[in-house]
């Protein structure tokens, strides 16, 4: 990469900082009370008025739980393939862990703000594990929180919705599967040759 290369990434850091700040549903004050990075230092690394250094970046991407590739901008090496890029949907950044067809695994990062369950059902199976957060689950008549490391499975068929518990936001995995596909366990160890 060139010294103007090298510029014009820098350049963009900030914006990043901003919109994975906001992604989570963090205010800069509680992004500063969790890194113990000050207010006004954060403010100004997202409006490019600092230079972000390795002292800064490591604590924030920790914090955002993401890497410090994706705050960054590090160019892609290797099999696009394999780093799926994350997407906004309806307003969750969801993250494709697996490529399309078959079963599919997601992390979904729900913020603060989506709190006001709408249940839909469709066919398949899901499975949700949460990562991080509290995550409020709407399956049916039941209306549950469930706090990281918890999990759930369900049928798809049966009213569902989940969103952030409303104190801050969830980070969760999602496996789901569509009718007539089906997850292999082998618990064994051996192959099913």
């Known amino acids: 990469m060139t010294d103007e290369g090298i510029a014009a990434a820098l350049d963009r ?3 990043r900082l901003r919109r994975v700040r906001e992604q989570r549903g963090l205010t800069l004050t509680d992004a ?12 100004r690394l997202e409006n490019g ?10 604590p924030l991407a920790q914090t955002y739980r993401v890497p410090l590739d994706d705050l960054v901008g590090a160019p892609e090496v290797g099999d696009p393939r394999i780093r799926l890029k994350p997407r906004r949907v309806n307003g ?8 399309p067809g078959g079963v599919q695994a ?9 709190t006001t369950p709408s249940p839909r059902a469709h066919d398949g199976f899901e499975w949700l594990y949460v990562l991080a957060g509290r995550m409020r689950l709407v399956l049916g008549d039941r209306d549950e929180v469930l706090v990281a490391g918890e999990a759930a499975e369900f049928d798809t068929q049966v009213p569902h919705w989940f969103g952030s518990a409303g104190d801050g ?24 040759g």
Do not use: C, N, Y
Not at 170 to 176: C, Y
């Open 13 to 15: 850091v900030g914006l």
């Open 32 to 43: 500063a009370a969790r890194t113990g990075i000050s207010k006004s230092t954060l403010s």
């Open 49 to 58: 008025q600092r230079k972000p250094s390795l002292e800064l970046l490591l």
């Open 92 to 99: 969750r950044t969801v993250v494709p862990l697996t490529h």
């Open 106 to 114: 997601w992390k979904i990062v729900i913020p603060a703000t989506q």
């Open 169 to 192: 936001p969830a980070e969760v995995l999602s496996i789901f599967g569509r009718p007539g596909e089906r997850m292999h366990v082998r618990a064994d160890g051996q192959d099913d």
